[in-house]
């Protein structure tokens, strides 16, 4: 199985201050197909899960501009350019690339100092 | 808009059996794949199990095979997820998700507790 590590597992930043999330994966994430299915999920307290990322860098339809994906192979970014209150929670990677199973980082909770 | 409603989960014995189900709403219910992940108290995101388009394909992770079924109803918008042989290690939040190569959309939840 594919082992996806979050590092920080936790967050604490500053209003208005930007945030960096990474996901190491054990193994390239480059599908046999040519695409990279690593997504982003956001889960904020006693929410379900909301997806924000697709495909390493596209977001989903009414995400903030303030979020933004990147990476390749194994090493992937969820970064937030300037973290609002409204963007406490915690943090998901997932990769969708090796199936089965389907699997998640351990998630990283971002906070305010 | 997409809309994901799971019903059906509670409390239930150690070796119980439990069925869930997911009404889905708002996209064609037969042209995707679905899922369930679930989410223990205070833990992360685990994947449970999904099913292909027409049923006759379906994938579990190892902890729950030979225990749990997922299976769907086109005809009625519907995913299910059969569990039996419940143990404490089963209680969750199991959540219904339509599946993008991974979940994409997901429901508010369902929580199952497996206690004496």
């Known amino acids: 199985d594919v082992v996806l590590t979050q590092s920080p597992l936790s967050l604490p930043v500053t209003l208005g201050q930007p945030a960096s999330i990474s996901c190491r994966s054990s193994q390239s994430l480059v599908n046999s197909n040519g695409n990279t299915y690593l997504k982003w999920f956001q889960q904020r307290p006693g929410q379900s899960p909301r997806r924000l990322i697709y495909?390493?860098?596209n977001r989903d339809s009414g995400v903030p501009d303030r979020f933004s994906g990147s990476g390749s192979g194994t090493n992937f970014t969820l970064t937030i350019s300037r973290v609002e209150a409204e963007d406490v929670g915690v943090y998901y990677c997932m990769q969708g690339s090796h199936f089965p199973p389907w699997t998640f980082g351990q998630g990283t909770k971002v906070e305010i100092k | 808009e997409v809309q994901l409603v799971e019903s059906g989960g509670g409390l239930v014995q150690p070796g119980g059996s439990l069925r869930l189900s997911c009404a889905a709403s708002g996209f064609t219910f037969s042209d995707h794949w679905m899922s369930w992940v679930r989410q223990a108290p205070g833990k992360g995101l685990e994947w449970v199990a999904n099913i292909n388009l027409d049923g006759n394909e379906k994938y579990y992770v190892d902890s729950v095979k030979g225990r749990f079924t997922i299976s769907r109803d086109n005809a009625k918008n519907s995913l299910y997820l059969q569990m039996n042989s419940l143990r404490a290690e089963d209680t969750a939040m199991y959540y219904c998700a339509r599946d993008d190569w991974g979940p994409d959309c997901w429901g508010q939840g369902t929580l199952v507790t497996v206690s004496s």
């Open positions: 495909r390493v860098s």
